[in-house]
C-alpha cells in the first residue's frame, strides 16, 4: 500500500521507510562522531557507548523533526533530490545551531562528549545520508510502492476524479491504468485513459496487475456490476469508492462527489476532539511554548508599525470572525493594511493588496500578522490548528454558494491548519470551495498526530512559502 493510515491521517509509505531509515543513519553517525572525535580509541568507545545513547537519540530525533519541518521527504518528487539534498543541510544546520545551544544550556547533565562531537557528527551526517538515500531510491523504486488502479466509470465522477490527480505530487501513490466506461455512460474523461475490456472485469483482473479498482460510476443504483466486482474482490483486489480513493490520495475530501449518506457513515467526523482535556492542553502548551519564542519579534514588529505609521498610530487590529458553532469572536492581528483600508465596506483580501503597507506586506509574508492571535487561542475562542476563522459577511455568502461550508465551524479555528498548508492564498470563491476539501480532511481526521504534523510543516510555508502534503 503507497499510504499509511495513522491515527486516521494518510502519509505516504515511502516517508515512512525513508525517515526511519534517516534516523537509524543519524543516530549511527552520532556514535561515529564519538568514535572519531576521539582518534579512534576502541577502548574509550566500547566503555562509553551505552552513555552516548541519549545523545545520538537526541542528535537524531531533532534533525528528523527538522527536516520534516523543512519538507525534506516531499521535496524528492516536487524537486529532485538535488532539492532534498539542499533542504536537508539546511535543515542539519539548524539542528546544529540549535543543539549548539541546548549544549550551552544542559552541558553539565546531557551533552557529555562535548561540542566537537556534534560538529562533526553534523558534518558526516550530510555526507552518509545523501549515500543512504541514493541506494535506497535506486534499490527501492517509488515505482514498486504504487498501487496499480483501475477506475470504473467514465462520466462526470470519474472527470473529477482524474481532474484531481492531474498533478504528480497527487498520483505519486497510485499508477492509473484507465477508465471502465460503465454501461451506456457518457464519456467526459481524456479518450487516451478509456479502456475497452472485452471481457469481464475478473478476466482483466487476471490477466493484469491490477491492485485496487475504484467506483466512479455517475449512476451505481442499476448499473454497478456487483457479482463482477465480488469475484475481483476474491481475487485480492481492492474496492473503494471515488471519494475515500481521492481523500487517501489528495488528502482532502471529494466535495463534489460526496453526499451526506458519505458523511454519516464515513470514519471520523466526531467532535470529541473540541471537548477534549489533551486538545486544550496541546493548544495551551503549543501557544505559550510560542509565546516565549516569539515575543522578541513580537516586540520589534509594534516598533515597526509606529515608526512607520507614527506614535499614535494603532498596532493591533481586532476584526469578528466566526468561530467554533457559529459564534462570532474578535479575532486579534497585527495591523497590516492602512486604518482607511475598509472605509467602503469589506472586500476580499487580494495577494497585491494596494491597502497594505510597507511592513504590513513584510509581516504578511512571513505570518508575523498572525502572531497576536496566540492571545485568542488562551482565551479559548480558538486551537493552534483548524480552519481559518472567516468574516460573518463572507460566511453568509459562502455558505449560500458552498455545500457543506457551515461545517468548517464544528472543530475550533485556528492559526494555522491542514489547508495553509496544502493551497495557496485564497481570494477567490473558487479558491475557497478548494480550500474547504482540506478543511473538511482536517475535521474529519482530526487528531493529535496530525496538529504536530501541520504545526511542524508550518515552518516550511513560513520559509518556502508553500506546503508539502
Not at 295 to 303: A, K, N, Q, R, S
Not at 420 to 432: G, I, N, V
Request: aromatic share 12%; proline share 4%.
Amino acid at each position: 500500500m503507497a499510504h499509511v493510515r495513522i491515527f486516521r491521517h494518510y502519509i505516504h509509505l515511502p516517508y515512512i521507510i525513508m525517515g526511519a531509515a534517516d534516523l537509524v543513519v543519524l543516530g549511527a553517525v552520532f556514535y561515529c562522531g564519538v568514535f572519531f572525535r576521539y582518534f579512534g580509541e576502541i577502548n574509550f568507545f566500547l566503555d562509553n557507548y551505552q552513555v552516548a545513547f541519549p545523545e545520538a537519540l537526541t542528535f537524531a530525533a531533532v534533525n528528523l523533526i527538522i527536516m520534516i519541518a523543512m519538507g525534506v521527504y516531499p521535496a524528492k518528487t516536487q524537486e529532485g533530490m538535488s532539492g532534498m539534498m539542499l533542504r536537508t543541510i539546511f535543515s542539519i544546520l539548524m539542528s546544529a545551531a540549535g543543539l549548539s545551544f541546548l549544549f550551552y544550556v544542559t552541558e553539565s547533565w546531557l551533552w557529555y562528549f562535548g561540542k566537537g562531537v556534534l560538529a562533526l557528527s553534523s558534518v558526516l551526517a550530510i555526507f552518509i545520508l545523501g549515500i543512504s538515500r541514493s541506494l535506497f531510491l535506486f534499490f527501492a523504486n517509488e515505482q514498486s510502492f504504487k498501487r496499480n488502479v483501475l477506475v470504473l466509470g467514465a462520466g462526470n465522477r470519474a472527470s473529477n476524479l482524474y481532474d484531481d490527480l492531474k498533478e504528480p505530487l497527487d498520483r505519486r501513490g497510485v499508477e492509473l491504468m484507465g477508465f471502465v466506461p460503465g454501461l451506456d455512460e457518457e464519456v467526459k474523461v481524456p479518450h487516451q485513459k478509456v479502456l475497452t475490456i472485452p471481457g469481464t472485469l475478473k478476466e482483466y483482473v487476471l490477466q493484469h496487475p491490477v491492485d485496487e479498482i475504484v467506483i466512479a460510476l455517475d449512476d451505481r443504483r442499476k448499473k454497478l456490476p456487483l457479482d463482477d466486482l465480488l469475484e475481483c474482490k476474491m481475487e485480492g483486489v481492492h474496492i473503494v469508492d471515488a471519494p475515500t480513493f481521492l481523500e487517501r490520495e489528495g488528502r482532502k475530501v471529494a466535495l463534489d462527489l460526496i453526499q451526506p449518506s458519505w458523511m454519516i457513515f464515513a470514519d471520523g467526523f466526531g467532535a470529541v476532539s473540541t471537548r477534549s482535556i489533551t486538545k486544550r492542553g496541546f493548544d495551551i502548551l503549543s501557544s505559550l511554548s510560542l509565546l516565549l519564542v516569539t515575543w522578541p519579534i513580537m516586540l520589534l514588529t509594534v516598533l515597526a508599525i509606529k515608526l512607520e505609521e507614527g506614535w499614535s498610530a494603532p498596532v493591533l487590529y481586532k476584526q469578528e470572525r466566526v468561530g467554533l458553532n457559529g459564534q462570532p469572536f474578535p479575532v486579534m492581528k497585527f495591523r497590516s493594511m492602512r486604518v482607511d483600508a475598509e472605509k467602503h465596506g469589506a472586500v476580499w483580501a487580494q495577494k497585491n493588496d494596494t491597502r497594505v503597507t510597507r511592513i504590513g506586506g513584510f509581516i504578511r509574508k512571513v505570518r508575523i500578522d498572525e502572531l497576536p492571535q496566540i492571545f485568542n487561542v488562551l482565551l479559548g475562542d480558538m486551537a493552534v490548528v483548524g480552519p481559518r476563522p472567516e468574516r460573518p459577511i463572507f460566511v453568509e455568502k459562502l455558505s449560500e454558494k458552498i455545500p457543506y461550508y457551515n461545517e468548517r465551524h464544528r472543530v475550533k479555528p485556528g492559526i494555522t491548519g491542514w489547508a495553509q498548508l496544502c493551497f495557496a492564498y485564497a481570494d477567490s470563491e473558487e479558491d475557497t470551495k478548494e480550500k474547504l476539501r482540506y478543511d473538511l480532511y482536517y475535521i474529519k481526521n482530526q487528531s493529535l498526530l496530525l496538529d504536530l504534523i501541520v504545526l511542524i510543516q508550518t515552518v516550511e510555508v513560513i520559509l518556502f512559502k508553500k506546503g508539502s502534503r
